[in-house]
């Protein structure tokens, strides 16, 4: 296997959404679960993590509470909100569309051949 694959600018808050809405995770465990639904393709940065979460949190697009990690810790677990839901969803939906043009756009073949 590779090199992890670098994000695109703009898409790990989408990848934030996805991880949380298969239920809830402390920070440390969206970028585990993150990776882990990627097969490992994608790596993400504690560094660029965490100002997502705060981001996301501070748009309703996750809520946070207060719990117990599986090593005894005290950790913000994060669930996303309906408006998050919505947000996925449309993300999603965009992101589908984009892969499709741009997938039809590299698939060009030139003229006469």
Do not use: C
Request: proline fraction near 4%; avoid cysteine.
């Amino acid at each position: 296997m590779g090199k992890p694959l670098e994000l695109l600018q703009g898409t790990l808050d989408m990848l934030i959404l996805k991880a949380v809405s298969l239920g809830p995770l402390h920070g440390y465990g969206v970028l585990l679960r993150i990776q882990q639904i990627s097969g490992d393709q994608l790596e993400i940065q504690q560094g660029s993590l965490y100002p997502a979460l705060y981001r996301l949190e501070h748009q309703g697009l996750i809520r946070s509470e207060w719990g117990e990690s599986d090593n005894n810790r005290k950790a913000k677990f994060y669930q996303l909100t309906a408006s998050g839901k919505r947000k996925l969803q449309a993300e999603t939906a965009n992101w589908n569309r984009m892969t499709q043009v741009m997938g039809s756009i590299l698939d060009r073949k030139p003229e006469g051949a």
